[in-house]
């Protein structure tokens, strides 16, 4: 596996043990719909969240959450409207970011909660 992948994969796991420290409840992980994957779908009394993780190793080239662009976010909001109607939920949805930076041997994570309403 390339190593940006691991890199991903083991962001989105951080991600995960971080939403259940703060008594998040995941749903799902990786819900693909048509060109989207939303990486993780969790819920915290009625608000469901649609997590985006992007995690880098060093802040070089910009934060992380610089790397999820107007094309994405659209990709999102079809997906997790879809999962809205396909479930029959009637939830409160927010959008946020999960940044993820290494830094040595150790993960600076940020969670930024309504994120895309800065774009």
Known sequence: ???????????????VNFLLEKQYDII??????????????AQKNDTLAIIEVKTRTSIDFG????F????KI???????????TVNNLNVEVRFDIIAI???DKNFKI????????HF
């Open 101 to 103: 930076v290494k830094e």
């Open 1 to 15: 596996m390339a190593q940006h992948n691991e890199l991903g994969k083991k962001g989105e796991q951080l991600a």
């Open 74 to 84: 659209k990709r999102l909001v079809k997906a997790v409207d879809e999962y809205i």
């Open 28 to 41: 799902e992980r990786n819900y693909r719909f048509d060109k989207a994957e939303v990486d993780i779908i």
């Open 68 to 71: 999820v662009n107007p094309k």
């Open 110 to 117: 940020e969670h930024l909660k309504n994120a895309f309403y």
């Open 63 to 66: 934060n992380p959450q610089d």
